[in-house]
């Protein structure tokens, strides 16, 4: 089967498309790919908190932003507050006092979400970080927190995106909104469903939460969990996926 990969540094890190099938290696699917790198390109001239030029950082100088994508996540963050119970919340405190909105937590699968568009009629996957959406049936590694070379589990992915939210790679980065503490409990959470945009929310939200996530990750229809404990311990929602 015909298959081609393409792979660019974007939002600070790599972002890989694999497409597969008829037409793979066509033209049309390399402008497609185009496509969607310049998507996450755009996005992040928007939202990059590391980009004194971006618009998220004009925002957080107190600068009047009127942009309808700013109004867009604006929204969306909030949507994500209510749906966590506040374990995921935009707004993080500054040393000295005060807030600033980093919608970092959301914006990634929102834009990889918006840019898998550009590749509707193929079958491919895009993964930017670990964060992942898939058309097709492909098989997904999920990492192991505490050996971050090895896989704990393979699962097949039809249709679905694929978020992992911990500290294997960044440190303890999470923090307990209600508490302002980095978080505790957990290593990792990789979190599978049809949205790209609310298994990233709801990875770093359980991430937040601690191990007690898994009881409420349950109750999400069409999502399915599987988190590392601090201890390796693994737990999962029922309908989490069987090894591949």
Not at 19 to 31: I, K, L, Y
Not at 112 to 124: K, P, S
Not at 132 to 139: A, F, I, L, N, P
Request: one cysteine or more; proline letters at 8%; glycine letters at 12%.
């Amino acid at each position: 089967m015909t298959r081609r990969a393409f792979v660019e540094q974007i939002m600070g890190l790599p972002v890989s498309v694999h497409v597969r099938g008829p037409g793979a290696d066509s033209p049309a699917a390399a402008n497609a790919v185009a496509g969607a790198f310049a998507e996450l390109r755009a996005m992040d001239a928007v939202f990059s908190p590391y980009r004194p030029d971006s618009r998220l950082s004009a925002l957080n100088r107190g600068e009047p932003v009127h942009d309808p994508l700013v109004d867009a996540v604006l929204d969306l963050c909030e949507q994500a507050r209510q749906r966590t119970g506040g374990y995921f919340n935009a707004y993080l405190p500054e040393p000295g006092g005060g807030t600033r909105f980093d919608p970092s937590g959301l914006v990634k699968g929102w834009a990889v979400e918006r840019a898998a568009e550009h590749m509707e009629g193929y079958e491919f996957y895009l993964n930017a970080g670990g964060d992942m959406t898939v058309r097709g049936s492909w098989r997904v590694g999920v990492e192991d927190p505490a050996q971050p070379d090895q896989l704990l589990t393979t699962i097949e992915v039809v249709d679905e995106a694929v978020a992992t939210s911990g500290s294997a790679h960044r440190g303890a980065h999470i923090v307990d909104p209600h508490t302002g503490a980095p978080a505790r409990g957990l290593r990792s959470v990789t979190v599978t469903g049809p949205s790209l945009t609310w298994t990233d929310v709801y990875a770093t939200a359980a991430a937040a939460q601690g191990p007690q996530a898994v009881t409420w990750l349950a109750t999400l229809p069409g999502y399915e969990a599987l988190l590392v404990g601090d201890d390796g311990a693994l737990l999962a929602t029922p309908g989490w996926p069987l090894p591949a």
